[in-house]
């Protein structure tokens, strides 16, 4: 073997090690073990306040559909949860004019809980709302509007 051929052995020895480490890191590692909950592909219910009626799209849904949680960053991967004070908006949908509850908490590691700001009063069952995560990770979300709930697993980028 040649000196070219050894040294071309080398590099894509290199390149191959690479390729496989690079992929690794911990945050892809602590992502993978986050047991995401699966979006469904639904129309909800027609509501005066959205107009005009909403689409088709990815959402997290309890069993009886009273508790509807928009997932518009599982649509496309430009798109995801943050971290910080900027917050991300998420509609929801809950018996009409009840009082809904964000609450959350992080599942990988330690965190102050999420802060969930639901504004008073919608009369409808549409319900607009920014959720604050304190941190990146894996995050439970927690939602209850008179006796119904909704729970579901997100990741949250820095």
Not at 35 to 61: H, I, M, N, R, S
Not at 120 to 132: E, I, K, L
Request: with cysteine.
């Amino acid at each position: 073997m040649t000196w070219h051929t050894r040294l071309l052995a080398i590099f894509v020895s290199l390149a191959i090690l690479m390729a496989c480490t690079s992929t690794s890191t911990p945050e892809n590692l602590a992502k993978d073990a986050c047991t995401l909950t699966e979006a469904v592909w639904l129309k909800p219910p027609a509501d005066p306040a959205v107009q005009p009626d909403p689409g088709y799209g990815y959402y997290f849904v309890n069993e009886d559909e009273s508790i509807i949680a928009s997932a518009w960053w599982t649509e496309s991967n430009e798109y995801s949860l943050h971290a910080g004070d900027r917050g991300n908006k998420i509609g929801w949908f809950r018996p009409a004019g009840s009082e809904l509850l964000i609450t959350g908490q992080r599942l990988d590691g330690d965190a102050p809980p999420l802060v969930g700001e639901a504004s008073c009063c919608y009369p409808t069952r549409f319900q607009a709302s920014g959720v604050y995560f304190p941190a990146e990770g894996c995050w439970e979300v927690r939602a209850a509007a008179e006796d119904r709930k909704l729970s579901f697993v997100v990741w949250v980028e820095p």
